[in-house]
């Protein structure tokens, strides 16, 4: 069951059997894709930020007790073609070097992690409450607010803006003019002007 608003999230239990550290939300994502791969636990990277894990001590490398995390997947597929892939902390979309990168065009951030690197791109999300937050920059934003917004980011002040549509979902489909980069969990995945992403709630167990 996701969590609800205002409930604490995450137990301390015995340490499980054959657990596993991984160090970053790809690598996460990945070990989390095999249904019968060990418990996972988390070390780096965005979604564990998410967590609070930000110093070795709290790592659940050595300690007999660890923090059990139910989490949501997101389900992304570029198109209709291939097999959709998973992911665990986000997906980034903006245009590529050849059309202004971050500076020009739109950029789609949908969100299960709160952070994306140094930014605090989504501070209302959750990634367990069966939905992903959307960040949605309009390709009108100039570069001068763009950067400004990009300051911001590091507090998670950037919202509200008159051109950043923030918004909840389940599931959403986007539809660009050009193909654009779509980034997984830091991981270039690939160019698509066709983008879809479903919440998959309550998917995986993660320990930190």
Not at 20 to 36: E, F, K, M, W
Request: glycine share 10%; proline share 8%.
């Amino acid at each position: 069951m996701t969590i609800r608003p205002g409930a604490p999230w995450g137990s301390e239990v015995p340490r499980p059997d054959g657990l596993v550290t991984v160090g970053s939300d790809r690598s996460l994502a990945a070990a989390l894709a095999c249904a019968d791969g060990p418990p996972i636990a988390v070390g780096s990277g965005d979604l564990a930020r998410t967590f609070g894990v930000s110093s070795q001590e709290q790592r659940a490398v050595d300690r007999a007790t660890v923090i059990e995390f139910p989490i949501d997947l997101l389900q992304v597929r570029l198109g209709d073609a291939g097999e959709p892939v998973l992911a665990c902390a986000h997906v980034i979309v903006r245009s590529p070097w050849t059309r202004g990168h971050w500076f020009r065009g739109p950029i789609l951030a949908v969100m299960n992690a709160e952070f994306f690197g140094d930014w605090d791109v989504a501070p209302r999300g959750h990634p367990n409450d069966g939905r992903a937050e959307v960040v949605a920059v309009d390709e009108s934003m100039s570069v001068r607010h763009r950067l400004a917004a990009r300051r911001r980011m590091h507090n998670g002040t950037h919202l509200p803006h008159p051109q950043v549509v923030t918004r909840s979902i389940r599931s959403g489909n986007w539809n660009f003019a050009h193909p654009l980069e779509v980034i997984v969990d830091g991981h270039r995945l690939g160019r698509a002007a066709d983008l879809t992403v479903e919440v998959l709630p309550d998917a995986a167990i993660v320990y930190a």
